[in-house]
Structures are given as C-alpha cells and as structure tokens.
C-alpha cells in the first residue's frame, strides 16, 4: 500500500511538473508571437512572471558558458595572451545581456569583437590552432544574437546583418593562413536561416495583432450599425405616432372656427397659422419616413402595435414550444402611444430572445402601472435543452437588448437585464407614463 501511495504520489509530481511546463511553452509562444516596443525586453508581454524572466536567464547562462570556454579556448589552442584573451572573451560574451532589450546594438558590439579576435589570431602560433576566422563560441554565441535579431529588429536590418556577416567572412577568407580551417560559410549559413526563422515568427505575430486590431474594429463597426438600424427603426415606427398628433391638431385648429361661432378674428387667424404649420411639419416628416424607409421595408407601413397585442405575443411564444405566462394589470389607465409601441416591442424583442436562446424554458411576463411608471418585467428560467444557442447554432445579433435600450432612453424611463442565479434571464423596464413636458 505504501508502495502504490507512493506511485500516486509521483505521477501526481509529474502531472503538476507537465502542466507548469505546459503552460511556460504556451506563455513562450503567445508571448513570441507579440512584437516588443523598441527598448523593451523579449517576452515582456507575457502574462507569467517566469516567462517574462526567462530571456535573462538564457542570456545569462550563454554569457557564463560563453566567457571561460572563449578565454580557455584562446589561451591555450592559438597561444593568446592570458590579458587579451580575456578581453576578447568578455567582449564576446557580455553583450548578451544587452541582447535581452537591444539585440542590435549588442551585435555592434560582439561583430566587432569577432572581427577583431580574427584579426588577432591570424598570428596566432598555437599548438591545436585549427578554426579561422571565426571560433566555436564565437559561431555559438552568435546565433544566439540572431534569435535576438530576428525577434526585434525590421527585415531590412536583419539583411543588413546577414550581408554584413558574409562580407566580413568573405574579406578575412582572403587573408586566410593554409594551416587554417575556414568557418565563415558556415556562419553565414548559420545566421541566415536563423533570421529568417525568427523573423517569420514575429511576422506571424505582427499579423496576428494586426488581425485582432480588425476585428475590434469589426466589431465596434458592427455596433455601432446594430445601433443605427435600431434608431432608424424606431424612427419608423415612431413616425405614426407623432403624424397621429398633429393629424389632430390639424383638424382641430382648422375646425375651431366652426365649433366656436363667437371666435374673434384674431384668434381665428392664429387657429389658420396653427393649422399650416402642423401640414407643413406633416409634410416634413413625411418626406424624412421616405428617406428612412428607403430599403424599400412595405411591412413597417402597417399600424404600429401596442399593448393591447400584448396577449397574441404570449399565445404565439406558447405555441412555438415555449411555457409562457401572462399577467396584464386592467387598470394601466391613460398610456402614451410612444410608451405603448415600447413597452410592446421590449416584451417583442425579449419573448424572441427566450425562443432563441433558452427554448422550453417557463417565461413570466408582467406589465402592470403604478405611481405614475409602466412597469414590463419578463422573466424565464434556464433552458430544457441541453446544448447551448451557441451549438445550436443561432447565435445572438445583438439587436434585442440595443433595441431595448434604445426604446427606453427615448421615453426616458430605465431598464435593468441580466443573467439569473438559476441559469435564466430577465429584462425588467420601466417607463414613465407622464413625461416632463405634459405635467
């Protein structure tokens, strides 16, 4: 028993080992694929803090493996002097920690150094001094820089780089001693592919980026159009309402002067002014409903719904599967048509929404009047489906709750929505049945 204990203890251990360094290779990639702002470290953008620390311990490690096997090297194959090969090998190596943050001015500095140390041991008279012009560390250590390089630095400053490798190599070949054996083709081979690896990669994540900043684009574009289409929307429908008033003050102000014999002049002639000015702004709003109808939209022409409709909805949503209740307070009193169409339109809007999104679940729907507010309150619960709108395909536009918003805001009242603990929804309003400018 203990033996097995043990075992799971173990697989536990290395179950815990592979997520950690599961999620590391993950946070590598993502925060690879992130271009770095000149000045800022590689990998500065990934979430983990180990991740993000993880450049200066591959640095460090390289400038520490780097430096006493260049300054051995050096000493004791070519015959340096102890002094100068620890010069070189400090110059060749310490750069990579300025690698972490500016990769190219570290180049500067090691390529220099490289070109140097070339030049220094082409008197060199060691015993096993076999490698020229560029040594095993300084190939080591300069690939490295070019993962750097290709991580940071523009296409153009990588090809830079790369022509400026082979045109030092090809300069020193010309120089070269029989006795040695010549590295720069392979350096330059070397260095090539690694700066056109690295470079793809970050070319991947600047696309990436580029793709995530369109699609926030995208995505407010597409708000901001569900936003207009509701405005243009309830423009529409709020047209007949208004013509409907000043239908009626029309027929009024012309019609005064027949109902009131007694009428004097004056008051007769500002009846007529009234009258010409509500066919006039009747007329206005008819050449703005034909701009706003220009799709061509022949169904938004016939009378505009309200409350009284209110029980064909709840049947409807019943007899599309959905267990609906309905509870429609007898006294609402005097309702404004503008708040009427709204208030039959949210609970349009938010009945389409349960059928969408949580079919079969039980709905309540209640629209009562009370200390001068017309409250709708339309609340189902969790869906007696199991898969999800998303599986099944119908996701949400958006429309509804804009739509909603936008209903609300115009009539001046609130609206409040959201999930339910229990997995439902509800979408309560309130909207004022006496505005500011009629009290």
Not at 269 to 280: G, H, K, L, N, Q
Request: proline content about 5%; hydrophobic content about 45%.
């Amino acid at each position: 028993m203990a033996g097995v204990s043990r075992l799971g203890s173990l697989a536990e251990l290395w179950s815990g080992v592979r997520r950690r360094v599961g999620g590391m290779v993950q946070g590598v990639g993502a925060a690879l694929t992130t271009p770095s702002r000149p000045g800022e470290a590689l990998l500065a953008g990934a979430s983990g803090r180990w991740v993000r620390l993880l450049p200066y311990v591959v640095a460090v490690a390289f400038g520490a493996a780097l430096l006493p096997s260049t300054v051995l090297l050096l000493i004791n194959d070519y015959g340096v002097n102890g002094a100068l090969a620890g010069a070189l090998g400090t110059a060749q190596a310490a750069p990579m920690l300025l690698a972490v943050t500016r990769p190219l001015q570290a180049w500067w500095i090691v390529f220099a150094a490289d070109v140097f140390g070339a030049l220094v041991l082409l008197g060199s008279d060691g015993p096993k001094a076999e490698m020229w012009p560029w040594t095993p560390p300084v190939v080591i250590g300069y690939c490295a820089l070019m993962v750097a390089l290709g991580l940071r630095e523009s296409r153009r400053a990588l090809f830079g780089v790369w022509l400026t490798t082979g045109a030092a190599g090809f300069a020193l070949e010309a120089f070269r001693p029989a006795r040695f054996t010549s590295l720069h083709l392979l350096l330059l081979v070397l260095s090539g592919v690694l700066l056109l690896l690295t470079s793809a990669i970050r070319a991947r994540g600047d696309a990436q980026r580029r793709l995530a900043e369109q699609e926030t684009i995208s995505e407010a574009e597409r708000a901001r159009r569900t936003l207009l289409e509701e405005r243009a929307r309830i423009a529409r429908e709020l047209h007949d309402v208004v013509a409907h008033h000043m239908s009626v003050i029309t027929v009024q102000a012309d019609s005064a002067p027949y109902r009131i014999p007694e009428l004097p002049e004056a008051a007769r002639e500002e009846f007529t002014s009234i009258a010409a000015s509500a066919r006039e702004s009747l007329a206005e709003m008819r050449r703005l409903l034909s701009v706003l109808r220009s799709d061509g939209s022949e169904g938004e022409r016939a009378p505009q719904p309200g409350l009284d409709r209110v029980q064909q909805l709840v049947e409807a949503t019943v007899r599309a599967g959905v267990p609906a209740e309905l509870r429609l307070a007898a006294d609402l009193g005097d309702v404004p048509q503008a708040v009427d169409l709204s208030a039959y339109r949210i609970v349009q809007e938010a009945l389409a929404n349960v059928v969408r999104h949580a079919p079969g679940a039980s709905t309540r729907v209640s629209v009562r009047a009370e200390e001068g507010w017309l409250t709708v309150l339309v609340v189902n619960g969790p869906s007696l489906e199991e898969r999800s709108s998303v599986e099944r395909g119908v996701p949400g536009t958006g429309h509804g709750l804009v739509g909603m918003r936008e209903r609300v805001r115009l009539t001046g009242g609130s609206l409040d929505t959201g999930p339910l603990p229990d997995g439902g929804f509800r979408v309560a309003a309130r909207l004022p049945l006496r505005t500011k400018d009629t009290e």
